[in-house]
C-alpha cells in the first residue's frame, strides 16, 4: 500500500466520531460482522436498570439491554463495552457486546462467589488515596490486586495533598505508598490547587482510565478537575470521621479534553477479590521473586528450612507487613476460588488436616517432654 493511501486511511480512522471513546481500528474489524447486519456501533456509558447509554456516530442513543442479559453476571453489560445496537425501532435495542479487552471484576458479598463487574475495556485504574486520613496500605494492595488481574494498568493519586503542606512528610508518604505499589506511578494531586492534575491527566490521554476508591476519597473533585469542569456533584467530607457519602451512584463515562475517556465510580465500601491469583502476585512481586530461591517449590513461607522469604524477613529487606499482607489476599483468593472448584477445596481440607495433625502431635511430644 502506498504511504499515500495509508495516510489517507489514518485520518479518516481519526476522523471517525467516535474515535473520542476509544474506537480504533481493531474495534472496526471486530464489529464488521455485525455492521454487514446493519447494526450501530456504540460505546456504553451508563447503565440503569436494564437500560443503557450509548454514544454513537449518530449522536446519543438510550437503549434497552434485554437481548443480552445472560445470567453469568460477568457477561452482563456494563459501562465501557463496545455494542451492536440496532438503528431501528423504538425502543433501540442492544443485539449484542463485542469482546472485552480487559475486565474490571470483585466479589460481591454474597455466599455464592460471584464475581461483580465493575468497568470494560480501561487501559488504567487510578486508584485514589486521600491524605486526609491515615494511609490503609492493606486496603490499597486490594485494589492494586484488582487492577492488575484486570489487565489494566493502576496508578495511585495521593488526593488531598494539599492537607500535607510540608514536603518532607508528604515524600515519606509517597516513598511509604511506592513500596507498597510496585510497578504503579505514584503521584500525589490537589484537585483543589491543580497541583499534579495536569502530570496525571498526560498519563492517561488517549485511553480509558477508570477511577476506583472508597467513599470520601475525593474521586468527584479528582474526576471533574481531570474534565476540566464541574460535572460530577462533590459533598463535603464528614467532620466526624473524615468519611464521604457516595456522590457517585452510578458508573459514568466521560470524555476527557486531553483525550481519552474517563469511568467514575461509586465508592467502594468493600473490595472482594475474584479469582485474583495473578493480580496478588503482581502487587507483591519481590516476594514471588524471593520465592523462587525457597527450597521446596510448596515453600508455605512460615517456617520451612530452606525459606529464602522467612530469611529476607529476618535480615530486613522484606518488611513483616508485606508478607501478612500477602498471606491475607493469598487465603481470601484461595476461598473465593475453591467455592467453585472442587479440587482446590480438597487440597485446602487436606492441607488444614496435616496442619492440625502435626499440631496435635507436637503437643503430645510437648506434654510427654514435661511429664
Not at 255 to 262: C, E, K, Q, R
Not at 289 to 296: G, N, P, S, T, V
Request: with cysteine.
Amino acid at each position: 500500500m502506498s504511504s499515500s493511501a495509508s495516510s489517507s486511511r489514518t485520518s479518516a480512522f481519526f476522523a471517525h466520531p467516535l474515535a473520542p471513546y476509544g474506537w480504533d481500528t481493531g474495534w472496526e474489524a471486530d464489529f464488521a460482522p455485525y455492521a454487514a447486519a446493519g447494526l450501530l456501533p456504540g460505546r456504553v456509558v451508563r447503565v440503569d436498570r436494564g437500560r443503557c447509554d450509548l454514544a454513537t456516530a449518530e449522536g446519543a442513543v438510550h437503549a434497552d439491554t434485554a437481548f443480552v442479559t445472560p445470567h453469568d453476571p460477568l457477561r452482563v453489560i456494563c459501562t465501557g463495552d463496545w455494542a451492536a445496537v440496532d438503528p431501528h425501532g423504538e425502543p433501540r435495542y442492544v443485539r449484542a457486546c463485542l469482546p472485552r479487552r480487559t475486565s474490571l471484576v470483585r466479589s460481591t458479598a454474597s455466599d455464592r462467589s460471584e464475581g461483580q463487574i465493575l468497568a470494560a475495556n480501561v487501559d488504567h485504574a487510578i486508584i485514589a488515596v486521600p491524605l486526609s486520613a491515615e494511609l490503609d496500605l492493606g486496603r490499597l494492595e486490594r485494589f492494586l490486586a484488582l487492577a492488575w488481574e484486570s489487565g489494566a494498568q493502576p496508578l495511585v493519586a495521593l488526593t488531598k495533598a494539599d492537607l500535607v503542606p510540608d514536603p518532607v512528610t508528604l515524600a515519606h508518604l509517597v516513598q511509604d505508598v511506592e513500596t507498597a505499589a510496585p510497578g504503579a506511578r505514584v503521584l500525589p494531586v490537589s484537585a483543589t490547587g491543580n497541583d499534579g492534575v495536569e502530570l496525571l491527566a498526560a498519563l492517561v490521554t488517549g485511553g480509558t482510565s477508570v477511577l476506583l476508591g472508597t467513599s470520601g476519597a475525593g474521586k468527584s473533585t479528582l474526576a471533574n478537575a481531570l474534565l476540566g469542569q464541574e460535572v460530577m456533584e462533590v459533598q463535603a467530607i464528614r467532620d466526624v470521621d473524615g468519611k464521604g457519602r457516595h456522590t457517585t451512584t452510578t458508573r459514568n463515562l466521560l470524555v476527557l479534553p486531553a483525550g481519552g475517556v474517563l469511568i467514575d465510580t461509586p465508592g467502594l465500601r468493600g473490595v472482594g477479590l475474584y479469582d485474583t491469583g495473578a493480580g496478588v502476585d503482581r502487587t507483591f512481586p519481590e516476594i514471588a521473586e524471593l520465592a523462587e530461591d525457597c527450597r521446596f517449590h510448596d515453600c508455605a513461607h512460615e517456617s520451612e528450612p530452606g525459606c529464602a522469604v522467612q530469611a529476607a524477613i529476618q535480615d530486613g529487606t522484606l518488611g513483616h507487613r508485606r508478607l501478612e499482607s500477602y498471606r491475607k489476599l493469598q487465603r481470601e483468593n484461595q476461598r473465593i476460588v475453591a467455592k467453585t472448584d472442587a479440587r482446590l477445596r480438597a487440597e485446602i481440607r487436606d492441607d488444614w488436616k496435616r496442619k492440625t495433625a502435626s499440631g496435635r502431635a507436637a503437643l503430645r511430644a510437648k506434654r510427654g517432654n514435661a511429664r
